[in-house]
């Protein structure tokens, strides 16, 4: 939004996001304190739940009492009470907090887990999701010397959300803060609300939709996305279908070739209108191909900035994106959060370093391939450079919980750590004890896609142990038409740089413990259709990752039933 309006909306959410990073340094510079008073005030706010008085939290006083009273958990643990308190209602069962939403995980492992989120826990989801990247994004305008232009922009995200039976929202963790601003979306999202709000899981083709009113808007500003992978999917799908949504903004239509609720296209239809100059102006940039030229600086030039996910296991994404996007539009990252909670953000553009927030939970900390029984360290006792594995107590009813994820601490803003996410515990392909990690899977592919001068949509990997030896293979979705005599070479190229990087493949090799490396093409388009099945069953799109590892039936079944046929 232009003018006045426009101008004082910028201000305001630009204050908002800057009082965050401010409210950040503040409790960054108490961030030892801040840890033990959290804990103090948790055991003493819950030692009479259901749960406090399982585990004696009234005995807690210190924190060497906390690591000797209060044992690990993970989400079994608490599956009962979450169950009564989103069934019944249920109060007191793990935190006398008010809990008044549920954070829905994407369900990528499994069924969808409920993780309890209080009203605290919303308040920082709002507050560092979604405001303090707005102020981040204003400092780095001002230090170019530059104001802020009025934000419109493309979210890929679509919210979707249901009531649990006694009454409280369920949703991604993304979609919470776009909740609390529903009515105001259509000043800052190019999406109309039928798009970014779905009453229904009825198929819909949402990078179709969300294009379609995208390209229109010759004044986007900024883009958005949870995970770098869905704005990627966006714009490979642009590339392959320009023609088609050039031809509808000409004609103000829908094409009726896209899959849509009878009703919502109804509705939708009625908002466009004929618009031919700015089909015709897409057209001109367009047919100069994507290759030369990134794209996005062509077709909406004021864009200046765009948010979203892109470390660790997304960093290969991310240069997949710049391909379209440019070398020169800044990145926020949004940091480190999960359906647990919000715990870490970066304090500026450009940035994979993550403040943790000390005022958000209790965190613990165990060296990766620790012993059983190793005392875990607080943030005071981290070393840079050093790899853990984060525990987390939140502000929402779980108690050092594992929730597996590996975090590197790379320094300290005043006393509280900056961490880059690295990988996940419990992503791990492991044969005969090679154990490779979903960080060194990604380093592979990326070495795999130099070597080959060739890009992926997607790519998996299967730890066959039907096969005697057992081995590894590798299943990939080109970007192009590779043929099928080229699996070969890709398998040798990847099981070359998997010797280099592991020193156990090798000598399994060798001795015939292991046997060698496959590679197999999928069909174009099979990570879509796999996202449409998830979808379908109920999962949150928003925050479904890339499937780096066929680890149960269900991807076994999808992935090896979409094996591309041979192409000669």
């Not at 994979?352 to 165990?366: A, K, R, S, T």
């Not at 449409?532 to 090896?560: C, H, S, W």
Request: glycine share 6%; with cysteine.
């Amino acid at each position: 939004m232009n003018g006045p309006l426009g101008r004082i909306m910028v201000e305001f959410a630009a204050g908002l996001g800057r009082a965050e990073l401010l409210k950040l340094d503040f409790y960054a510079s108490r961030a030892v304190k801040q840890q033990e008073r959290n804990l103090r005030k948790l055991m003493k706010q819950n030692k009479n739940t259901v749960y406090g008085k399982l585990h004696n939290f009234k005995d807690v006083k210190t924190v060497d009492d906390y690591r000797r009273i209060v044992p690990y958990s993970s989400y079994p643990d608490y599956i009962d009470y979450v169950e009564r308190m989103a069934e019944k209602g249920e109060k007191n069962l793990i935190t006398r907090k008010h809990v008044g939403k549920f954070n829905e995980s994407s369900g990528s492992t499994g069924k969808s887990k409920l993780v309890p989120m209080s009203d605290w826990g919303a308040w920082v989801c709002q507050c560092y999701t979604f405001s303090a990247p707005v102020g981040c994004a204003y400092n780095y305008f001002k230090k170019q010397g530059k104001k802020m232009p009025p934000q419109k922009g493309l979210l890929t995200i679509e919210v979707l959300d249901h009531k649990t039976p006694s009454g409280q929202t369920a949703a991604g963790l993304a979609a919470h803060p776009m909740l609390f601003l529903k009515h105001m979306t259509p000043l800052f999202v190019t999406s109309p609300k039928e798009v970014m709000f779905p009453k229904t899981r009825e198929p819909m083709d949402m990078h179709y939709m969300k294009l379609r009113w995208a390209l229109e808007c010759e004044d986007v500003s900024y883009m958005s996305t949870v995970f770098i992978t869905m704005l990627e999917a966006m714009f490979s799908y642009l590339e392959n279908n320009w023609e088609m949504l050039c031809d509808d903004i000409e004609k103000g239509i829908i094409n009726e070739s896209i899959v849509c609720p009878p009703d919502v296209r109804k509705r939708l239809e009625k908002k466009l209108k004929p618009n031919p100059k700015r089909a015709q102006a897409l057209r001109r940039e367009f047919v100069k191909g994507f290759d030369d030229e990134a794209i996005v600086p062509r077709i909406w030039p004021k864009c200046g900035w765009m948010f979203g996910m892109s470390t660790g296991s997304l960093s290969l994404f991310t240069k997949k994106l710049r391909r379209y996007i440019g070398p020169d539009i800044p990145m926020h990252q949004l940091g480190y959060a999960a359906s647990e909670g919000v715990m870490a953000v970066p304090r500026e553009l450009n940035t994979d370093e993550y403040v943790m927030l000390p005022q958000n939970g209790f965190y613990e900390f165990l060296p990766v391939d620790a012993p059983e029984g190793t005392r875990t360290l607080t943030i005071s006792e981290l070393e840079v450079g050093q790899e853990y594995e984060i525990i987390v107590t939140n502000m929402s009813g779980f108690y050092r919980y594992r929730i597996e994820d590996v975090v590197k601490v790379t320094g300290f803003h005043k006393q509280s750590p900056k961490i880059q996410f690295r990988y996940r515990l419990n992503q791990i392909a492991n044969i005969t004890g090679e154990k490779i990690n979903q960080h060194a899977f990604d380093l592979l592919i990326s070495d795999l896609c130099e070597a080959t001068g060739e890009d992926f949509n997607g790519y998996s990997l299967f730890a066959d142990r039907t096969t005697s030896p057992g081995h590894y293979c590798l299943l990939i979705e080109p970007k192009n038409d590779v043929p099928d005599s080229e699996c070969a070479r890709y398998a040798e190229i990847f099981e070359k740089r998997l010797c280099e990087t592991n020193a156990l493949v090798m000598p399994q090799i060798r001795n015939g413990a292991l046997g060698h490396c496959e590679v197999k093409f999928l069909k174009p388009g099979t990570y879509n259709e796999y996202r449409e099945m998830k979808g379908r069953q109920g999962a949150n799109l928003n925050q479904l990752k890339p499937v780096k590892v066929i680890d149960n039936d269900e991807r076994y079944e999808f992935f090896f039933g979409h094996v591309r046929e041979s192409l000669k």
